[in-house]
């Protein structure tokens, strides 16, 4: 089931080369038959076994199949008793040989040919795989992201996708050769003695069984050492991220102490794994050792019995061919082996790629149509009654109604957990509404295609994100075909220009990871570029200054003021003497809007706004 489940889901794009790999692997097995039969004659002729008809039989292509087989094998025995009488035993042997090389080259060509069709299926198959989970983790909601550990999810991206490649990948190369070979083997035993074959056939029963259980157990273990293998990358990305913690608190044993116990859980896992997955090859081996030497002893005695249906020569070929279907029955045992401890990291990789987008782009969408003539009087962007939770009667967002003008400048203070930055990530639909609706000039977001509702806008959030990338590919992020004087122009407004030609390497300066290279000012003055590149129609900053020193925000602040610069504007505070020139500031508290007004209302109101300023006030001096 679990194979089929596997050709259903990953080979149907490659079918072509599929049927050249099972067109190869057919005619190698054909012709390995051809050459396991010249065994046949060379042993008559070694040890002077007589041809049992030394007259030829002539036959119609008439005739029956049996008819026809048995006259092509007498005629066989015919010819190569009249060589031997002309030109000798040596000869004959000569030529005998000369054929099993000859139909030896021509199998291992085929063989190579089946692999050569095989490889870029693999390949192929492990490429869509990656892509269909890097594309589902990309278009995944944000809200996924706050149950999930990332590093669980790094996890199933790396460990999980390499154990696909690893074992089940790796084995449908056997899945597509070894069945084809099996059946035409057992098709010739057949031929050659029906009552020897079905002897063994009995016996296989048993051997499938032993290896099936020994198959089931390895799944459940592979799915436990699986999820132990994302603990530890959880770990590793919780350390690495909380470095400077677990340092300032002397923590380090407790980490230590805390990964090495689950570092031997999942060592002690994987030494069960590893070690029934090693019992494949030897109990195979060992079965068919003991079928072998079942042969050895049935087969004996129906060639010295009175009324044998097959000599010893024959008997040696049944031999061979037998033999022969051990390696892909191995083969075949380990690729099933590995399909059972692969499918259990298939598992994993599915609950990412089965999981459904809560935000669901519209049926039939709609556009949002700005112009210049819009009247600043109007709403641009209304939150009416919004309501939002993450989690089911845990409300986050209570009754929200909010009027935004175009062109207007609001900002959002409160105490942390008050729901300010869950407010403006309502916009863009990062999460969506669980109570009333948002809508952007009359028309409600949820209408918008993700693509034109997010083109409208640009983000500069606390913790400025830059990708391991050039300064320059930083800036025209998701921007085509900007312009190096467009870029340059960004820069200048964003107060980056000057620092930026001052590195050896200008815009083509690599930033490092998550921008590591550049100080705190300079990564939020590359993010704010970005966002003057992009020219979005709102702006959504969050908390873009909390995090600088004094200086690097008095110029991220003057970019700010040139970026906000006839632009709707939605800005989560947390220093208030940044947001004192906002058209309106909205206060809230647990969730819901409790005052609102410009800085000068709200401080003579004397309520949440005047309280929070005085105690910033008194920090400050």
């Known amino acids: ?98 054929f099993l090389v000859v139909m030896t080259g021509l199998k291992c060509l085929c063989t190579y040919m089946a692999s050569f069709f095989m490889i870029p299926i693999r390949t192929g198959v492990l490429r869509d795989l990656r892509q269909q989970l890097y594309d589902k983790v990309v278009s995944l909601p944000m809200g996924y992201f706050t149950e999930a550990k990332k590093g669980d999810v790094m996890s199933r991206m790396t460990s999980d996708v390499t154990e696909v490649e690893a074992s089940i990948m790796a084995s449908l190369d056997m899945l597509f050769k070894d069945p084809i070979m099996i059946i035409i083997y057992l098709t010739v035993l057949f031929v050659l003695s029906w009552q020897l074959t079905l002897f063994v056939l009995i016996l ?30 959880v770990q590793i990305e919780e350390t690495l991220s909380g470095l400077r913690v677990v340092k300032a608190f002397n923590a380090e044993q407790k980490l230590k102490n805390r990964f090495s116990d689950l570092n031997n859980r999942t060592r002690q896992t994987f030494n069960r794994i590893h070690r029934k997955y090693m019992l494949a090859h030897p109990v195979s081996e060992f079965l068919g050792t003991a079928l072998i030497a079942i042969l050895l002893w049935y087969g004996g005695g129906l060639i010295l019995s009175d009324h044998a249906t097959i000599d010893a020569a024959e008997f040696i070929y049944y031999l061979v061919i037998f033999y022969s ?61 919004v309501s939002f939770h993450y989690q089911a009667e845990v409300p986050v967002l209570q009754h929200i109604n909010l009027n935004i003008r175009r062109g207007q400048t609001v900002a959002f203070v409160g105490q942390s957990g008050s729901g300010k930055t869950t407010l403006v990530d309502l916009l863009p639909r990062f999460y969506d509404v669980t109570g009333g609706a948002i809508t952007i000039n009359g028309t409600d977001i949820r209408q918008l295609r993700l693509r034109d509702l997010r083109g409208l806008m640009g983000i500069v959030n606390q913790d400025a994100i830059l990708f391991n990338d050039t300064i320059w590919n930083n800036i025209t992020f998701g921007v085509e075909h900007a312009t190096e004087e467009q870029v340059r122009e960004a820069a200048r407004i964003a107060n980056a220009l000057d620092f930026i030609m001052a590195t050896p390497d200008g815009f083509d300066t690599i930033v490092g990871d998550r921008g590591s290279r550049l100080s705190g000012g300079q990564r939020q003055r590359i993010s704010i570029a970005r966002a003057v590149l992009k020219n979005p129609e709102i702006l959504i900053l969050d908390e873009a200054t909390s995090a600088l020193d004094t200086e690097s925000e008095q110029l991220v602040q003057q970019a700010l003021e040139r970026l906000l610069k006839d632009r709707t504007t939605l800005v989560v505070a947390h220093r208030l003497s940044t947001i004192r020139n906002a058209d309106m500031i909205c206060v809230l508290s647990e969730g819901t809007i409790v005052e609102s007004g410009t800085h000068e209302e709200l401080m003579a109101l004397g309520g949440h706004y005047a309280k929070l300023n005085s105690m910033q006030t008194t920090k400050t001096s």
């Open 204 to 233: 296989l029963p048993t051997a499938g069984w032993l290896i099936g259980r020994i198959g089931r157990s390895l799944k459940k273990r592979s799915t436990k050492g699986q999820e132990q293998t994302a603990e530890l990358l």
């Open 1 to 98: 089931m679990d194979l089929l489940k596997l050709f259903k889901r990953f080979v149907p794009p490659y079918k072509g080369k599929v049927a050249l790999n099972i067109f190869f692997n057919l005619l190698s097995t054909i012709l390995s038959l051809f050459s396991f039969a010249a065994i046949i004659p060379v042993l008559h002729i070694l040890f002077g076994i007589k041809a049992r008809v030394a007259a030829y039989m002539p036959f119609a292509w008439t005739d029956e199949v049996s008819v026809i087989a048995d006259a092509l094998k007498n005629n066989l025995y015919w010819w190569l008793g009249e060589q031997i009488n002309v030109k000798g035993a040596g000869w004959v042997l000569f030529v005998l040989g000369l």
């Open 325 to 385: 279907i051990i390696n892909p029955s191995k083969d075949l045992t380990k690729a099933l082996y590995s399909v059972r401890k692969g499918m259990a990291s298939l598992e994993r990789i599915d609950r990412i790629l089965n999981t459904e987008s809560v935000i669901k782009e519209p049926d039939a969408p709609r556009s949002v149509i700005i112009s210049d003539g819009d009247a600043s009087s109007q709403a641009f962007i209304r939150y009416q009654d």
